[in-house]
């Protein structure tokens, strides 16, 4: 079996090398520092399964999704992230991941879901099954935030975060105009008007850590 992690923490990379390794024989492991790193590893070789991070270097792991699933359709991607699930589990699964798992996941857990993935199934957590199962039944409203593109979700969060325009404009390789206008979506989307809305929100609604 060929494993492909992609996290930019050795020490991480490390840890679920040996807990892959206790549960499957015979096992490849190839890594990745970084998002770019992953294209790469995915388009020169074939692997049964992508172990995947969110926050990485340069671009994130959300922003590549699409890129991995045209090279290889059918290869299974698990997201394993420091963010909570309501932040970023429906959206990854919207946007094709296998599973989404947080790194506060045991062992057990994480070793589950890659059997789960590996046979053509997703894996979610029973708390957000049972999340996603209530929103079915009730027949809730889409949350706000889930209105967002990848990009905008991202900005929100940079905003809620404390940073300026500028500085989210230096670290995401974009203009000023550019972010400006991706706030301006994101206050016409939720229906807000200032900054201080959209913060009190993104607190609100637990989007940031």
Known sequence: MRVL??????????????TIGEAFSKVTFGEAETAQEAVECVRRQDWEIVILDISMPGKSGLDILDDL??????????????HPEEQYARRALKAGAAGYLT??????????AIRRVLTG??????????RLAHDLRDGGDTPVHEL??????QVLRMIA???????????LSLSVKTVSTYRSRILQK?????????IRFALRSQLVD
Request: aromatic share 6%.
């Open 103 to 112: 790194k506060e996941s045991v062992p057990e857990e994480l070793k589950k």
């Open 121 to 130: 199934g997703r894996y979610v957590s029973a708390t957000l099954a049972e």
């Open 5 to 18: 992690i992609a996290d930019d923490h050795a020490v991480f990379r490390r840890g679920l090398r040996e």
């Open 69 to 82: 699933r045209r090279l290889r359709p059918k290869l299974p991607v698990l997201f394993l992230s420091m």
């Open 148 to 153: 967002l593109s990848d990009r905008e979700f």
């Open 161 to 171: 975060s404390g940073k300026t325009v500028k500085e989210i404009a230096e670290q």
């Open 190 to 198: 939720t229906a807000m008007r200032t900054t201080a809305e959209l």
